[in-house]
C-alpha cells in the first residue's frame, strides 16, 4: 500500500502551528520532514483538482456544515487521483467519496 500526503497537508499544519504554537505543537517543516522520513510522497496540486470541486456534493444528512477549504481539496485531490483518503474528520463521508476514518 502507498500513502501520499498533499501541500495542503502542510499548509493547514503551519497555518494552524503559527495560530496556536502553544497547543499546535508540530509545523509545517516538521510535518514535511516527518513524511520524507517516512518516504511518503507528495502528491502535487493540479488544476484537474481544483476543476473538481465542482463535482462534490454534500448530503443534507449530516450533522452540521462543512466549510473547510483544505479538507474539500484533499477530497478533490483523491477523487482525481482515484485513491481513497485517510482522515479522523467524521464529516468527510458526508461527500459520498471514498475515504477511511482513523480515530
Not at 514535511?32 to 511518503?40: F, K, R, V
Not at 481544483?50 to 462534490?56: D, G, N, P, V
Request: include cysteine; charged fraction near 15%.
Amino acid at each position: 500500500m502507498t500513502f501520499f500526503y498533499s501541500p495542503v497537508n502542510i499548509w493547514e499544519t503551519q497555518i494552524k502551528h503559527s495560530a496556536h504554537p502553544e497547543t499546535f505543537t508540530i509545523s509545517g517543516d516538521d510535518l514535511y520532514y516527518l513524511c520524507n522520513q517516512a518516504n511518503i510522497s507528495c502528491l502535487p496540486i493540479r488544476p484537474e483538482h481544483a476543476i473538481t470541486l465542482k463535482t462534490l456534493s454534500y448530503s443534507e444528512n449530516a450533522p452540521r456544515p462543512h466549510k473547510d477549504p483544505f479538507d474539500r481539496m484533499l477530497i478533490c485531490q483523491a477523487k482525481t487521483e482515484n485513491m481513497c483518503l485517510l482522515t479522523h474528520d467524521s464529516l468527510i463521508p458526508y461527500y459520498y467519496e471514498p475515504c477511511v476514518i482513523s480515530v
